[in-house]
């Protein structure tokens, strides 16, 4: 069924256009966590930025800094765009495949004609994206096969300069298959020998040389996304670049622009090349998704009448059993339940929540998954994903490694970006200590439990006992240390009892069954995890009282505990201070 593609798979596809990925082991779609793919996407080693962005950025403009940066921005801005885009349902009988000529059609091309017509005054003949203006928009060619490729690459050579070898090497371009970056490189260094007795002078030569370079990387990309859009179109034999030029004649003033024009010229300005932070509500984007949704044949969740039924039901205050089942059954047996199968079960997936039969919502929940694999859910996914996870946590057994990898997976792919502003929190130590560097995956973890707890505190039926309670078993190792403390000890003591409380090697462990975190580091930070895990002290406390006890110390009293829990981060932890 009908699914937009996430930021990751799209760049990947540019990516294997380009010509820089050249085998799955190479790109994302063989990495199955979320960090590895971030890896891969942007890293930084010794100051030195590594990945395929910076790559790709190389590529599209080579050492123009300035245009890299700008791009570098679109780019960040278009996912932001995904993500808006991604954390909406479509649910529609139309397949994958038709989802992705549409959103060609209605997003990719039109947006790559705006941001190519409004660069094509920065673009020199020194970088490869001069040469994508040049071949989609002006060079006497409907198509990029072999024929144009030779042909636009040869019409860059003065005649005057003899180049018989590379002409030989030029010619042996295909349309069965496309030459590698290596080969290209290689073809041009046998150009530079070729003309280093010629009349050109040495800047000539250079000039001439990246200009042909850069040329013969966009023919052939070009070449390859040709190919590549003539598998996926539909109802029209129309090439890449008749379909792209259609769209920037609109742009250039070739044609007046109609609704789908002007709304990307508008997101374009208004968004992609702008400073905002945030496109949620942006009236082009919900122009450009309306028109998207007709022509998929998307139908609206709100509008299904027997879904709508089931929700009314299960919102009455006094629940009649019978009512949700007769609901449930006339849901079941409508033609199109199969569409909204996902929703039924995320449906009793918090009834059985409700009723604090935790292990058959997790059940429930998991259902709802395999779904997202062939229909876009939107927010249903996101938010069965971030509940799998935390009810994953809750059943406080001992995960293994990567197993939360796929889920953190689903829930990033449908999750809308927001811009989050961090504050530095306070510590024993510091009134104002700067949060950690949590990768993004810690974070969605994170996220999924705070958001969990928040939307369970909200269905009032809701048992407590029914929360993510990540520091349950620092809060038992607490409660031991104020049951000793009770009985008779007195504050000189706090060292000895926390030591006996928690025993040595349980000081080293992570209390945390999904991230590593020491009783130190939670204890130091426990504002910090307050927040992040349960959205403040109020809940965090009302799961865990004897860490509200320990919040009641005061700092010279929190500072014996973390001295005897770990001597040597707190003498690193109070040097960082002075």
């Known amino acids: 069924m009908v699914r937009i593609p996430a930021y990751f798979e799209v760049f990947e596809v540019l990516c294997w256009g380009a010509g820089l990925v050249t085998s799955t082991a190479d790109g994302f779609s063989g990495l199955r966590s979320y960090e590895a793919k971030q890896k891969l996407y942007f890293r930084k080693n010794n100051e030195v930025e590594q990945g395929l962005l910076p790559d790709l950025l190389r590529y599209l403009v080579q050492d123009d800094k300035a245009l890299a940066s700008t791009l570098q921005h679109y780019l960040n801005q278009y996912e932001h765009v995904f993500s808006i885009l991604?954390?909406?349902?479509?649910?529609?009988y139309q397949d994958y495949a038709t989802g992705i000529a549409r959103f060609l059609d209605i997003w990719v091309l039109p947006q790559l004609a705006v941001l190519l017509h409004r660069l094509s005054g920065k673009l020199s003949p020194q970088t490869t994206l001069h040469h994508f203006h040049a071949l989609l928009v002006s060079h006497g060619t409907s198509g990029i096969q072999a024929a144009a490729v030779k042909a636009y690459i040869k019409s860059l050579v003065p005649a005057t300069v003899d180049a018989p070898d590379f002409f030989y090497a030029l010619d042996k371009v295909s349309d069965k298959s496309h030459k590698k970056i290596s080969t290209i490189n290689a073809e041009v260094e046998g150009l530079r020998a070729e003309i280093s007795s010629s009349k050109l002078t040495a800047a000539e030569q250079q000039e001439l040389l990246g200009t042909v370079h850069c040329a013969y990387m966009a023919a052939t990309a070009l070449s390859r996304f040709s190919e590549m859009y003539g598998s996926t179109r539909m109802d029209s034999k129309a090439t890449l670049v008749e379909r792209f030029r259609y769209h920037y004649e609109a742009f250039c003033g070739r044609r007046e622009p109609d609704r789908l024009a002007t709304s990307h010229i508008g997101l374009f300005d208004g968004f992609?090349?702008?400073?905002?932070?945030?496109?949620?509500?942006?009236?082009?984007?919900?122009?450009q998704f309306a028109i998207?949704?007709?022509?998929?044949?998307?139908?609206?969740?709100?509008?299904?009448e027997p879904l709508y039924q089931l929700v009314l039901a299960t919102e009455e205050e006094y629940r009649d059993p019978v009512a949700i089942e007769q609901a449930f059954s006339k849901l079941e047996q409508h033609p199109d339940y199969r569409l909204f199968e996902a929703f039924a079960w995320q449906a009793r997936a918090v009834l059985?929540?409700?009723n604090g039969e935790t292990a058959r919502s997790l059940a429930f929940y998991r259902n709802v998954l395999p779904y997202s694999d062939k229909q876009q859910l939107g927010h249903l996914g996101f938010y069965a994903a971030s509940y799998v996870i935390a009810l994953e946590i809750?059943?406080?057994?001992?995960?293994?490694h990567g197993c939360l990898n796929p889920l953190i997976n689903k829930r990033i792919e449908s999750e809308r970006q927001l811009s989050v502003l961090h504050v530095a929190l306070p510590t024993v130590f510091t009134p104002f200590s700067e949060p950690p560097e949590w990768s993004a995956p810690?974070?969605?973890?994170?996220?999924s439990i705070r958001?969990?707890?928040?939307?369970?505190?909200e269905l009032t039926r809701t048992p407590l006992e029914n929360l993510c309670n990540p520091l349950k078993k620092l809060n038992e190792f607490m409660g031991e240390f104020f049951s000793l403390l009770a009985s008779g000890s007195d504050e000189a003591q706090f060292g000895k009892l926390i030591c006996k409380a928690i025993k040595s090697k349980d000081r080293e462990r992570s209390v945390l069954s999904m991230h590593t975190a020491t009783p130190y580091e939670v204890l130091r930070d426990e504002i910090l995890y307050a927040q992040t895990l349960f959205g403040g002290l109020r809940l965090c406390f009302r799961l865990n009282p004897h860490l509200r006890s320990y919040h009641e110390l005061s700092d010279a009293q929190k500072k014996v505990i973390l001295k005897a829990l770990s001597p040597n981060r707190y003498?690193?932890?109070?040097?960082l201070v002075r």
């Open 86 to 92: 991604r954390s909406r349902p479509i649910i529609t």
């Open 272 to 287: 992609i090349a702008s400073g905002l932070l945030n496109a949620s509500g942006n009236g082009h984007l919900e122009r």
């Open 292 to 304: 998207f949704s007709q022509q998929v044949g998307a139908r609206s969740v709100e509008a299904f």
């Open 352 to 354: 059985a929540l409700e």
């Open 394 to 400: 809750s059943q406080e057994k001992t995960l293994p």
């Open 442 to 447: 810690v974070q969605a973890v994170f996220s």
């Open 451 to 457: 958001e969990f707890n928040s939307d369970m505190l």
């Open 571 to 575: 003498q690193h932890d109070s040097q």
